[in-house]
């Protein structure tokens, strides 16, 4: 005979139960790399710039390339070799490598660039964020930036490097003296759409300090927007490098850079045409595969792309 607690049988209450979040587990980065890394351009640029990144610093420690010391060759059938299976990317009007020179030449440019972008928005996110939020200080730093942007920048930056020298810690500075300017009224702009929403409201009058504020409530919604600053700086800078290198005021024999190689075989650009385009290629191929790189992971990035 079949009782009734054969039946059935009894399930504990718990009261937890409906406090459950059934939804599935989130993380905001792995959603950004997802996206990242659906997009197969994206990929296969990034696999270049990290290629050229790493070879560009590696390979200047390994062939002893100095642009100070290179010694005359005095055979002329060392001279413009043109690119082969021995000499790569051929050799020069005194028989010199020119895959060595390029590589080295590449990691100058990229250091320049890099630090001047690492500077201008570090630089800028901060002063950024303190002028969007402080109305006191926007007064002040709006009369400066309608001061300073007027000035054209590369005429600035030209007579900066005409007044400190050429170099290496010279041109670093003079692209990021008032870059960061510019950077910082961008995310000041960004800083005053969100600031004056509900839950920084609720903030200060809970007396949060203004460094938690920024950080915690503000930060988070202009990783994005930071993104696209790098993305767009990193290229802009190597290209002012260049230009400045190839125009005779940017960096010097000691501190070779692609700019300083275009500017010095630009002479052969007809009778030994490799010396010229294998540098310009090298500043394009860098200059593109990190602006899609950064774009896509800007894209990436915007929580509004991530949106179900």
Not at 45 to 74: C, E, H, K, R
Not at 224 to 232: E, K
Request: glycine share 4%; with cysteine; proline share 4%.
């Amino acid at each position: 005979m079949t009782t009734m607690d054969d039946r059935f049988t009894f399930v504990k209450v718990d009261e937890t139960a409906s406090e459950h979040i059934s939804a599935p587990k989130y993380s905001y980065w792995q959603s950004v790399f997802r996206r990242f890394f659906s997009s197969k351009v994206a990929i296969v640029m990034l696999v270049i710039a990290t290629i050229v990144i790493l070879t560009s610093f590696i390979q200047p420690l390994f062939s002893g390339y100095d642009p100070m010391n290179m010694p005359y060759i005095n055979q002329r059938d060392m001279w413009f070799i043109r690119p082969n299976a021995t000499y790569w990317f051929g050799t020069d009007n005194v028989g010199n490598s020119l895959f060595d020179a390029v590589w080295f030449g590449t990691r100058n440019s990229l250091i320049v660039a890099l630090s001047a972008t690492a500077i201008t928005n570090i630089l800028g996110v901060i002063v950024g964020m303190i002028w969007g939020y402080s109305k006191k200080i926007d007064t002040v730093m709006l009369e400066i930036y309608n001061v300073i942007i007027n000035i054209p920048f590369m005429l600035l930056v030209m007579v900066m490097m005409y007044v400190l020298g050429r170099g290496i810690p010279q041109l670093i500075f003079a692209l990021s003296c008032t870059s960061w300017l510019g950077t910082a009224y961008f995310i000041r702009v960004q800083v005053m759409i969100i600031r004056d929403r509900e839950y920084n409201l609720a903030s200060q009058c809970l007396g949060t300090p203004l460094h938690r504020v920024l950080t915690h409530n503000i930060l988070p919604y202009l990783i994005s927007v930071i993104v696209t600053s790098i993305a767009r700086d990193v290229p802009n800078f190597i290209s002012y490098e260049v230009f400045l290198s190839f125009i005779g005021i940017g960096l010097t024999t000691e501190s070779s850079s692609l700019g300083y190689l275009i500017q010095t075989y630009s002479p052969f650009m007809t009778s030994a045409s490799y010396l010229f385009w294998i540098p310009v290629a090298f500043s394009a191929l860098i200059s593109v595969s990190l602006y899609i790189v950064g774009q896509t992971l800007a894209d990436a990035s915007d929580p509004r792309t991530h949106m179900v």
